[in-house]
């Protein structure tokens, strides 16, 4: 809601609660002082370097570390490595080749467990069957897998030959399928017959099908074997992923690369117009995620065992499944299906089957668990369990809370990570054993990350509600948007001159913590003040009955906007909407008290798990709804609307 005073966003509430890391995690953390920081406040170029060097394994040095023309980076120019390599083979070469680097769970409770030596041979093998496609280096080649082992198999296999995979995600649409590959004129087409969720196959083979109807850049489609559906296969087109691994030869050396390779695209469709191509390279991504993963975990690559919950899909899976965690040669857990089947409690029967150590989820999934209760996680042995992580949207003190205690038997750091598809990798974020968290803050820019909030003209903000922006380049950023340069210059460099936008707001405590507020389109304008929705919906939360809230502006003839909230609440509780309303004035001041409260059993979101608010604010209107194709499940919204049109506004 631009306007002309200076103030970007108000800031309301105030968490007070402080945790710092207690003494038993210091004793053997990776970093318990300020080091990191001081080293790269010094020379940023020079700390991302000695990082490089330390993590990765380069073929050639780089003759320049860093090279910035506004908006467009390269990092470690002139060097070369294979990104494969470093994720693989060195690992082997040393010594670790029987060191599991996946526990595969399936859903339906089949299991695998593949070594970095197994992950190395069906890598180098699928790497031949891709050259045996056609495809060479600089080709495109898309992804549309379930969460099975082939789906990092196929990513690293590109990224032996130099191909750039642009993976999809197993939950879009033929259609978003077609634009993908289409955008990205991909040759070849990786996907499964189906795979398993919520205790049925859903296919993947005949919505790919469909897409490729609309698509004419792919010549060659490997089908793996998963769900054991029916499917039709095209002769000479299509092809079982098992019968060409058979005949494939078993070696296929790691070539440098460029440092600047490109190494993936990754579609984001943000809230308009046609997705964007993020474009990440090879030398400064990995560098990036490689030491993000080491040291936002604390991972201790011998004896942690590390399970990131998202999808290889998104950018989290790309980052802190396969590159960061492969690079690092961690042990991970990857599961392929929903958190409830068969119970409740699946996520924690696997934290304790396979003693997870360090685990890496997002706030809809805690809050989702809140509101299933904590007799779940009770059931299991969670002990094991040392460092947890958050990303995807802020976390309400609340669901930070609860985390902790519930599912981090009150002593395991939290480390809440801010980042994006764009980004590359984590950004902002404590260090377990050297912040002091507060819930609900990600606390400080990483070391050689350049973080600062602005007004509306641009203005540095010390203190108080601002815009997110990044001050100077990092080597993970995104190398543009393909195809389309002109895009990528005008969405995040033109708005504040210098800087890269994010497009989230933040506010900065008096101690310099960083509070993110979410997407800066979800701020509301009620009477002069712009309220984040963020900063509601922890009130909300922090109500002992609420599991989640999501909170809209809806245009209102007195104040401009009013907040209309929609509110889940915890599994057998109740709650009147005047109590809530109260709640909220209580917490952070009559200004952000709801105009009206819905209750709802489910809140619509995206198939990523971020809440739908565009969709809210059409009900909340009474207009009718635009796209809900990104919608996960696509019954919520209805439900809303015949909610909202029989109950009489609380006002
Ligand atoms: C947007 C990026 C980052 C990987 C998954 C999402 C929001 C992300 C946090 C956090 C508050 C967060 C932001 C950001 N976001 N992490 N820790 N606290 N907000 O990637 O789909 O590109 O979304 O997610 O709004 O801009 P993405």
Redesign the pocket.
Known sequence: MPTDDAQAIDALGWEKRTFPPSAAFKRDALVVDTHLYDDAAEDYHGFWARQSADLLAWSKDWSTICEWELPFAKWFVGGQLNVSYNCLDRHVIAGRGAKVAFHFEGEPGDTRTVTYAQLLDETQRFANVLKGLGVTKGDRVNIYLPMIPEAAIAMLACARIGAAHSVVFGGFSAQSLSDRINDAEAKVLVTADGGWRRGEVFPLKPTADEALISTSTVTGVVVVRRGGNEVAMVEGRDHWYHELMDTAAAECPAEPMDSEQLLFLLY?SGTTGKPKGIMHTSGGYLTHVAFTHKYVFDLHADTDVYWCT?DVG???GHSYIVYGPLANGATQVMYEGVPNHPGNDRIWEIVEKYGVTIFYTAPTAIRTYMKWGPQEPAKHDLSSLRVLG??????NPEAWMWYQEHIGGGTCPIV????????GGIM?SPLPGATTTKPGS?TFPLPGIGAELVDENGARVDAGGGYLTLTQPWPGMLRGIWGDQERYRETYWSRFPGRYF???GAKLDDDGYLW?L??VDDVMNVSGHRISTTEVESALVSHPSVAEAAVVGATDPTTGQAIIAYVTLRGGLEVDAKVLRDHVAHEIGAIAKPKAIYFTPELPKTR?G?IMRRLLRDVAEGRNLGDTSTLADATVVGELQRRAAEEPSPD
Not at 416 to 423: A, C, F, K, V
């Open positions: 984001t998202a998104w950018v989290t958050s990303v995807g949207e802020p976390i809440d990570t801010w980042w994006q598809t764009e980004t902002i990600a994010a497009g989230d993110l979410g997407r990523s971020k």
